[in-house]
C-alpha cells in the first residue's frame, strides 16, 4: 500500500495532516489485511515513493523521508507510528473479512446486463473456468441467477446446454457494466 502525504509550510497543519496520514493508512491496512510493516523487502506492507525508486525503478521520487524530517519525524518514528498510531498501541491487520463459506450462494434474480468492456463467460463461476465465449463490449446479457461468491459476484445465464457465468463485479467490488431489471 502507497499512500501520498500533503505537504503544508504550517507546522501544526503538517503535524495534522501526519496524524490523518497515519490514521487512513491504519484503517486501510486494518480493511485489506496489509501488514503494518515500512519499506521492508516484502511483498505486501506500506511502502514510501522512496522504496519504489530504489526497488521497482521509473520513478526518482525519494518522499516523504525528506519532509518527514522537516516536520520532526524521523524515519524510525514513520515506522513506529504506522505499526503503533501516533501516540497509540500496536494493531494487527486482521485478514480481509471472508464469507462464512468459499462456495458461491446464488440467489434466483433477473435481469439484463450491458457489458461496460469485453468479458469472458465462464462454464462456471470462477475466473480461471474455462470460457465459453468472449462477448464485446455493450453485448446484453439476460441473467436468471446472482451468485455472490468470496470475492466477486456473478451473474448465471441459461444457454442451451447448461449456464454461462459472467462477472458482474470484479474482486475489489467496482461494476463490470450496467444492470437492467425486467
Known sequence: MQIDLCEFSNKTRAKNAYRNYISLIREYAQKYGIPLTLDTNAKRGVKTHNWVTHNLGNTDH???????????????????????????????A???????????????????FILG????????????????????????????AVLQGPKRLWLRQRRANGYGYIVGKDKYGKTMGQFKKY
Open 62 to 92: 525519494s518522499d516523504p523521508y525528506d519532509y518527514l524530517s522537516s516536520i520532526g519525524v524521523s524515519k524510525a518514528q514513520f515506522a513506529h507510528d504506522i505499526a503503533n498510531g501516533v501516540g497509540g498501541k500496536a494493531l494487527v
Open 94 to 112: 486482521k485478514k480481509p473479512a471472508k464469507s462464512a463459506s468459499n462456495k458461491s450462494t446464488c440467489v434466483k434474480k433477473s435481469g439484463t
Open 117 to 144: 468492456k469485453a468479458l469472458k463467460q465462464h462454464t462456471s463461476p470462477h475466473i480461471s473456468a474455462p470460457a465459453i465465449a468472449k462477448l464485446p463490449k455493450g453485448s446484453a446479457v439476460k441473467y436468471d
